[in-house]
């Protein structure tokens, strides 16, 4: 089997990731924080090692502000809802995902302000469109870091460092970037960057988690026991706690944590390198087929490791049902979690296929992918 | 080792529950519900036999309405914040878990009315008690099963049944006795039960859920991409979608329906026969020691497996310390997240020594911890 659906979730994990979960579970599958023995001592630690990973790929400054949450959207809630209020502006882009257009949909209906600015062709803003568009109670500026539908890259740097000049907060989604391509939330000005654990950092499902910079306050989403000041009500001000309600994932971060060794091992500009290659091959590769129209920047521009396209005459599904029947071939079809960015490159009707190569996808199934993708096309017309 | 501090989190697991989590992992660790590919379909269908097996332990009719959460907190948040309006007012319990608590306590500072019922000396209500606190606005009933520090178990089934009779919505935390005491969500009349996977279910951490009753209507505590309706800002009313938006632990949510398979397997009555008579025989030893004092319901009256106790003379830290460093016997001491019942119990300011045995605890275990703590009572006389 050839899996093309990275963009979703990454398979397979390094082996060190199973490992770690395994280790944890069996050996200290105790609940870390809540109590004073070894066994949960040994758990805690396993999480502050997570902690201070994630710091460290992001270069971000404090490890105790890595707040781990059940997926990137949970994280992107935590951020939304925790910091705009009735009567803020937010700007955004139109290639954000469901996780960041329906909580600002909600918000709406409770009284702040969104802009979507339009961007260029392909969605990416500029710094000239953030200041046109900022108004007196504009708060925050919320993007994606690459769409996972087109998979265009906003200039994330410059766009960062002109909304800090903007004294906008600055809240990223690092859905499809984290662990392959370079972010630090230090020296760009981003305030908040929700990451997902189970897509490029290699980690297992249900990790993910929000880097909160210091000095930003939030309302927390849930509440409720976090083994420290239990003799109160209220919901202790310190970090993680004051995020981190209920019992975590402790397996799930620790297998996260061996995800991310993982790619300090190999280096992080590898990975970027491997799959831009590969990316870059589809697309040479499909856009010399007849009838396939490639979405998103074109192949000297900067992407993600997600390539979308159509079919002419063929519905998206009925290309992936092809492709993983008679070839084997895993991708995603239809539309991609993200109306806004379909409606913006124009295929909220049709939807699409998604090609997301990963770390362990190889040339040789590229090449695979190509001739079956060849066939497909073909056989059709 | 002996781990007596199962309340926290159960340990160790049955290996059928790490095995499915590995299965999952390596072998079918696609993104559930987002693809159509082979992987993915596969993935959806261990979720979908995890809400069945769920459904089936608690007597509960729809397994589309069983939603998996982070832990049993965020499942709590999520029905209280999904329900309750400002306006309206609530009963409780003085047994709850700060994961119950706290969040109320946000809610009477939007305006939400809360009365803490005083019960018996154990904090157990009656229905009496009900009737005689509720008002116009009474909209729900919030209570513990047991309580995870005195082990105060309600008279569930006709309680329930009082308060739906008084119309009221039922909230359970069946954090401390799901998998072992019988709970009848269909018959006795509960609305919502949050459970958390990772204590009696014995599936692994990052695992719980919510059952929400048909025709219960919340609103979602996060908002994002279900793989459903993606062409729609709105947050999709079907369930389980409607709440729960980004990736699931699906390998997490594998191993809890192994672990509750295992329940299945030998008979959810025998593992309660089994931990009420190791928790029966701790109470008994321990009430021969002098300075020491149990806390909680005599040992003839129901009660889950925890026992918590005091040592004259000792901070329940040091005895705490003492048994894992000289027998390597892990417990929980200090409060347990829960500050209301600490003070119904008189331990707030002393905290208390927590024992908790699980499935796998033995009677020898139990004879070694006796013989332990009576050790350590002794020497610190």
């Known amino acids: 089997m050839i899996y093309l659906d990275n963009a979703a979730t990454s398979w397979p994990k390094p082996d060190s990731v199973w490992e770690a979960v395994m280790h944890v579970g069996k050996n200290i599958g105790a609940n870390p924080g809540r109590a004073g023995h070894q066994m949960a001592i040994d758990a805690g ?25 059940l997926n990137a959207t949970d994280a992107l809630n935590l951020a939304i809802f ?11 882009t139109r290639l954000e995902h469901n996780a960041v257009v329906r909580p600002l949909w909600i918000l709406q209906g409770r009284g702040v302000e969104v802009t979507y600015l339009d961007g260029d062709e392909y969605g990416r803003i500029s710094p000239e469109e953030l200041k046109k568009n900022r108004k007196a109670n504009t708060k925050a500026l919320i993007l994606n870091h690459a769409s996972n539908v087109t998979g265009a890259m906003q200039d994330l740097e410059t766009i960062a460092k002109a909304a800090k000049a903007l004294d906008l907060f600055v809240i990223v989604d690092a859905a499809q970037t984290a662990g392959v391509f370079p972010i630090s939330m230090a020296s760009w000005g981003i ?62 971060i620790a297998g996260l944590a061996a995800g991310i060794d993982y790619i300090h091992q190999i280096g992080r500009e590898k990975i970027e390198d491997h799959e831009t290659r590969l990316i870059k091959s589809l697309m040479q590769g499909l856009s010399e087929l007849k009838g396939v129209r490639l979405i998103g920047p074109p192949v000297e521009e900067a992407r993600a490791a997600v390539l979308s396209f159509t079919v002419d005459g063929m519905a998206s599904e009925e290309v992936g049902f092809l492709l993983d029947k008679a070839f084997h071939i895993a991708v995603r079809t239809g539309l991609h979690c993200a109306p806004v960015a379909h409606r913006k490159s124009g295929t909220l009707t049709t939807g699409t296929v998604r090609l997301s190569p990963g770390v362990f996808t190889t040339k040789a199934e590229i090449e695979e992918v190509l001739a079956s993708i060849t066939q497909v096309v073909n056989e059709a017309k």
Do not use: W
């Open 45 to 69: 630690r396993a999480i502050y090692n997570a902690r201070v990973a994630v710091a460290r790929l992001f270069q971000f400054p404090d490890p105790l502000r890595v707040i781990f949450t």
């Open 191 to 252: 305030d908040l960057l929700a990451f997902p654990g189970h897509k490029g950092l290699l980690g297992p499902q249900g990790t993910g988690g929000l880097c909160i910079m210091p000095g930003i306050e939030l309302a927390p989403l849930r509440y409720g026991g976090t083994g420290s000041q239990s003799e109160s009500e209220a919901q202790p001000l310190c970090l993680p706690d004051r995020f981190e309600s209920g019992t975590p994932n402790t397996p799930g």
């Open 82 to 92: 925790g910091l705009i209020k009735p009567g803020d502006h937010v700007l955004t």
